[in-house]
Nanobody, 120 residues
């Protein structure tokens, strides 16, 4: 299973970006899809999660500004980021729980990360 993340870049404060993460390979089912981020000099932290229920969860720091969504037909998860702040600058990683065959348990995979820089 491979996860390909894209959509990062340089944006001014108050701007918007949309991240994408597409899962490919041997996939029987997908459960949780989530985004994490790692700012310079800090540990990786949770940003948002979307389950199959579907239910969503967000870090307090991004509530009301970020929206997670998914396209099941494309095995893709998105993160719409609005009203971006300099403190949102980080490498963003997608995390997806995948079942490769019906007989196997779900396990998680990580994307390679995409850099978001918020600066004027």
């Amino acid at each position: 299973v491979q996860l390909q993340a894209s959509g990062g870049g340089l944006v001014q404060p108050g701007g918007s970006l949309r991240l994408s993460c597409a899962a490919s390979g041997s996939i029987s089912g997908i459960n949780h899809m989530a985004w994490y981020r790692q700012a310079p000099g800090k540990q990786r932290s949770f940003v948002a999660r979307l389950t199959n229920t579907p239910s969503t969860a967000y870090a307090d720091s991004v509530k009301g500004r970020f929206t997670i969504s998914r396209d099941n037909a494309k095995n893709t998860v998105y993160l719409q980021m609005n009203s971006l702040k300099p403190e949102d600058t980080a490498v963003y990683y997608c995390n997806v729980w995948v079942q490769q065959r019906a007989s196997l348990p779900f396990r998680d995979y990580w994307g390679q990360g995409t850099l978001v820089t918020v600066s004027s």
